[in-house]
């Protein structure tokens, strides 16, 4: 290690060697840096995660079919119904765990009136899972 000479002699040369104490405390203070912050990197916190399946749930809710013809008459799972017999189904339906979807289908010239009716008789029981059933138009 060379900081220079004694020599008063004036020569001004460069120096040829390289001053490696400040590249060593350099290199020393992010060892200990990197030794300090290492432990708190790998620091986990221990927790008991449930365990899920990926099975399926077998129970399925059986589905009530309604269909309602254009003169009124209200068809449970294909047998015609009046409007009090239907209040008493849909009412024990609205019991059942799970409850049953009901799928309804109308004719193309049912009134609306008809379609209100019977989906507010099912929301007054308590029914919640209504779905209307279409069929597709035919491509020629």
């Known amino acids: 290690m060379a ?7 004036g020569e001004s040369t460069p120096m040829a060697e ?8 350099v290199m ?12 708190l990197l790998t620091h986990a916190v221990k927790i008991d995660l449930p365990k899920a399946s990926s099975r399926p749930n077998i129970t399925q809710p ?39 979807e009901v799928q309804l289908r109308a004719d193309r010239t049912t009134e609306y009136q008809n379609v209100a009716d019977v989906i507010s008789a099912a929301a007054k029981v308590g029914l ?13």
């Open 62 to 100: 059986e589905n009530i079919q309604l269909a309602i013809k254009s003169s009124g008459e209200v068809y449970w799972n294909g047998v015609a119904i009046d409007e009090a017999s239907l209040s008493a189904r849909m009412a024990t339906a609205a019991r059942l765990d799970p409850q049953p």
């Open 18 to 25: 390289i001053n490696m104490i400040p590249l060593i405390d």
């Open 128 to 140: 919640v899972k209504i779905g209307f059933v279409t069929e597709p138009a035919q491509v020629p």
């Open 3 to 9: 900081f220079g000479n004694f020599n008063k002699a």
């Open 28 to 39: 020393l203070v992010l060892l200990v840096i990197f030794i300090i912050t290492a432990p």
